[in-house]
């Protein structure tokens, strides 16, 4: 005698957030296919390069003025800051592409709906 397997209708999935859960603004990502075929992205944030110090005018009154430079070894330019990096394989590559797709489309329709 066999039993009858019950069909499973619905699953339900906890989430949790790790302790080392953070969140990052990012402003794009690098990456590269690793030598055992899973693809890394490395995501970054960009902005103005900080100076390692400026020097001030101090004024008649004792007060701190106009900026006059920054020190000399400061970086003019951008700075892209990478937040933390990702490795997966191309079927997780696949489901986040759909993923960001579908929020892609949803973006739109509220755009859409504003105008």
Do not use: W
């Not at 970086?75 to 997966?88: H, L, N, P, S, T």
């Amino acid at each position: 005698m066999s039993k009858k397997a019950k069909k499973i209708e619905s699953v339900t999935i906890h989430n949790i957030k790790n302790n080392d859960f953070r969140q990052a603004h990012v402003d794009g990502a690098h990456g590269n296919i690793t030598p055992n075929g899973n693809v890394n992205i490395n995501f970054f944030s960009q902005r103005g390069a900080i100076p390692k110090g400026t020097e001030f005018k101090i004024n008649e009154d004792g007060k701190m003025g106009a900026a006059i430079k920054d020190i000399e070894g400061s970086k003019d330019g951008i700075v892209r800051e990478f937040q933390f990096g990702i490795y997966m394989d191309i079927n997780s590559c696949k489901s986040l592409k759909e993923f960001l797709e579908k929020k892609i489309e949803e973006y739109n329709k509220l755009i859409q709906k504003d105008i």
